[in-house]
């Protein structure tokens, strides 16, 4: 089979709330919506880990992040690597190996001292973990088509517990939609796109080109069009406003208190939701142009098409923003979006899958081996909707490690329970029939003691096969049935640790 063209479609800090495609009635994705009625459309795609750089990390090596071991954001790191150790395997590689052209256009946002070129990708670098506004090209870009420079005003941030301003959490931006950073990595999408179909014409090469924005991460800075699409008066309010942290980890309290929610009044909630919605709206926007742009290139019906993003946003959600420790679905259930060619259209997935298994799908479509991306597995079968399409997992594990502090998590969803272990705090357990919202953390429940250990272990053994070894914390702490080894790790006196089991 002909190796197909790749577009790979991925935004930063992403609801799954905000397209219609997903549920939204009043959402401005009419892009997105195309592209799931005309693909797969995933109903419980999680991040491996809700923050930025581990989460990307894993996309490239198909690897989770205990394994890859880039931890956390350099921005914010307090001790961890800030670059993918050498020797590790990446499907960019792979894909250049195998005749590939490979691009990205966006953001990078994989560490500090390597970039995208490091990595097998065409395209300019543009670090950082917010649209770069001061980078050559973008400037150059103004420049050479007349839009007026970067400024903002209507600043919305709230009061931090020292008593000084908060985060920028959003702004309105004084410039046309063609002069936004979106326009322009949309346009340089576009451009190199055309490079690669001629390359494709001419010479039989097939491509894979990454459009990562950088948005719709706050701060939310966009145009007037944009900034006042939606009324604030029709946004409703996430129903997990009415949290009140009673019985969870207090680092959840604080986080509220550091991103402010309780100095603003409601309404400024809503129109923050109202902007975040504006913001996902014009990057659908600008999606629509690239894919009006591989229509007109006679691409489509050979260019598979992937759109999904790093981690979710709160938005509001449990009186918080941005995402941290706290392991709620807001941040970790995404979207996640394919289209193959010759697939199946308007097709919907209940299995639990993840970013990570983007990795093995790449590479599967590209006809390469996936067995180096060891965390990850083929989408395929599943997108097209194949009624054998099964051996998948019922539960999904996802981890975290910290942001502003190492704050080590693994959480286990189920069909309909939720666990979350945190050895720094109380542990949390959420009966997602019951309470959707994960407003009522039920792991001291004594009605629920069966629950609680038996996620507990299915947690442990799964954490034990992949070698996490966050699980060595959890043999001594709690009930994780029998286990064959000496979970003291003493090694000198195995004998008599084997002879005092109870």
């Given at each position: 089979?002909?190796?197909?063209n790749?577009?790979?479609?991925?935004?930063d800090?992403?609801?799954?709330?905000?397209?219609?495609?997903?549920g939204?009635?009043?959402?401005?994705?009419?892009?997105l919506?195309?592209?799931?009625?005309?693909?797969?459309?995933?109903?419980?795609?999680?991040?491996?880990?809700?923050?930025?750089?581990?989460?990307?990390?894993?996309?490239?090596?198909?690897?989770?992040?205990?394994?890859?071991?880039?931890?956390?954001?350099?921005?914010?790191?307090?001790?961890?690597?800030e670059?993918?150790?050498?020797?590790?395997?990446?499907?960019?590689?792979?894909?250049?190996?195998?005749?590939y052209?490979?691009?990205?256009?966006?953001?990078?946002?994989?560490?500090?001292?390597?970039?995208?070129?490091?990595?097998g990708?065409?395209?300019?670098?543009?670090?950082?973990?917010h649209?770069?506004?001061?980078?050559?090209?973008?400037?150059?870009?103004?420049?050479?088509?007349?839009?007026?420079?970067?400024?903002i005003?209507?600043?919305?941030?709230g009061?931090l517990?020292?008593?000084?301003?908060?985060?920028?959490l959003?702004?309105?931006?004084?410039?046309?939609v063609?002069?936004?950073?979106?326009?322009?990595?949309?346009?340089?999408?576009?451009?190199?796109?055309?490079?690669?179909?001629?390359?494709?014409?001419?010479?039989?090469?097939?491509?894979?080109?990454?459009?990562h924005?950088?948005?719709?991460?706050?701060?939310?800075?966009?145009?007037?069009?944009?900034?006042d699409?939606?009324?604030?008066?029709?946004?409703?309010?996430?129903?997990?406003v009415a949290?009140?942290?009673?019985g969870?980890?207090?680092?959840q309290?604080?986080?509220?208190?550091?991103?402010?929610?309780d100095?603003?009044?409601?309404?400024?909630?809503?129109?923050?939701?109202?902007?975040?919605?504006?913001?996902?709206?014009?990057?659908?926007?600008?999606?629509?142009?690239?894919m009006?742009?591989?229509r007109?290139?006679?691409?489509?019906?050979?260019?598979?098409?992937?759109?999904?993003?790093?981690?979710?946003?709160?938005?509001?959600?449990?009186?918080?923003?941005?995402?941290?420790?706290?392991?709620?679905?807001?941040?970790?259930?995404?979207?996640?979006?394919?289209?193959?060619?010759?697939?199946?259209?308007?097709?919907?997935?209940?299995?639990?899958?993840?970013?990570?298994?983007?990795t093995?799908?790449?590479?599967?479509?590209?006809?390469?081996?996936?067995g180096?991306?060891?965390?990850?597995?083929?989408?395929?079968?599943?997108?097209?909707?194949?009624d054998?399409?099964?051996?998948?997992?019922?539960?999904?594990?996802?981890?975290?490690h910290?942001h502003?502090?190492?704050?080590?998590?693994?959480?286990?969803r189920?069909?309909?329970?939720k666990?979350?272990?945190?050895?720094?705090s109380?542990?949390?357990?959420?009966?997602?029939?019951?309470?959707?919202?994960?407003?009522?953390?039920?792991?001291?429940?004594?009605?629920?003691?069966?629950?609680r250990?038996?996620?507990?272990?299915?947690?442990?053994?799964?954490?034990?096969r992949?070698?996490?070894?966050?699980?060595?914390?959890?043999?001594?702490?709690?009930?994780?049935?029998?286990?064959?080894?000496?979970?003291?790790?003493?090694?000198?006196?195995?004998?008599?640790?084997?002879n005092?089991?109870?």
């Amino acid at each position: 089979m002909k190796q197909p063209n790749i577009l790979f479609l991925m935004t930063d800090q992403h609801r799954a709330d905000t397209l219609g495609a997903y549920g939204n009635p009043r959402a401005a994705t009419p892009n997105l919506d195309e592209l799931a009625s005309t693909g797969t459309r995933f109903d419980r795609w999680y991040t491996p880990t809700a923050i930025c750089t581990p989460a990307r990390a894993s996309l490239l090596t198909g690897k989770a992040p205990f394994r890859h071991k880039l931890l956390a954001n350099h921005e914010r790191n307090v001790g961890y690597i800030e670059d993918l150790p050498d020797g590790q395997f990446t499907f960019s590689e792979a894909l250049r190996d195998n005749g590939y052209n490979c691009g990205l256009i966006g953001k990078w946002h994989v560490g500090t001292d390597r970039s995208a070129g490091d990595f097998g990708f065409d395209g300019p670098d543009l670090p950082g973990w917010h649209n770069p506004v001061e980078h050559p090209d973008y400037l150059a870009y103004l420049a050479g088509n007349g839009f007026p420079p970067y400024e903002i005003s209507d600043r919305i941030r709230g009061t931090l517990p020292n008593g000084g301003p908060g985060n920028l959490l959003a702004a309105r931006l004084h410039q046309p939609v063609e002069a936004t950073f979106e326009h322009y990595l949309a346009t340089r999408a576009i451009e190199m796109m055309e490079r690669y179909a001629a390359d494709a014409s001419e010479r039989d090469k097939p491509f894979f080109l990454a459009l990562h924005f950088f948005g719709p991460h706050l701060p939310y800075i966009i145009p007037d069009s944009y900034f006042d699409l939606f009324d604030p008066a029709d946004v409703p309010l996430p129903r997990s406003v009415a949290e009140t942290f009673h019985g969870k980890p207090p680092v959840q309290r604080n986080y509220s208190a550091h991103w402010t929610f309780d100095t603003m009044p409601i309404e400024t909630t809503r129109k923050l939701i109202a902007v975040y919605w504006g913001y996902v709206a014009l990057i659908d926007h600008e999606i629509g142009r690239v894919m009006a742009a591989m229509r007109r290139l006679g691409l489509a019906d050979e260019t598979a098409v992937f759109f999904t993003c790093d981690h979710g946003e709160f938005t509001g959600a449990h009186r918080l923003h941005d995402k941290g420790p706290a392991m709620y679905e807001d941040i970790y259930r995404t979207p996640g979006i394919v289209r193959v060619p010759g697939g199946p259209g308007g097709v919907v997935r209940s299995e639990f899958v993840s970013l990570l298994d983007c990795t093995a799908t790449i590479l599967d479509l590209a006809g390469i081996d996936p067995g180096p991306a060891v965390d990850s597995r083929s989408l395929l079968p599943l997108v097209s909707d194949s009624d054998s399409a099964g051996g998948w997992d019922e539960d999904i594990v996802c981890e975290f490690h910290g942001h502003h502090f190492p704050y080590p998590q693994r959480m286990l969803r189920t069909d309909r329970y939720k666990l979350v272990v945190n050895p720094d705090s109380v542990n949390e357990l959420y009966d997602l029939d019951d309470d959707p919202d994960e407003l009522v953390n039920r792991y001291p429940h004594p009605e629920l003691e069966p629950v609680r250990t038996r996620l507990m272990r299915r947690l442990y053994e799964i954490l034990r096969r992949r070698g996490d070894n966050f699980y060595h914390w959890m043999t001594s702490m709690y009930d994780v049935g029998d286990v064959e080894y000496d979970p003291t790790l003493s090694g000198l006196d195995e004998s008599t640790y084997q002879n005092t089991k109870p």
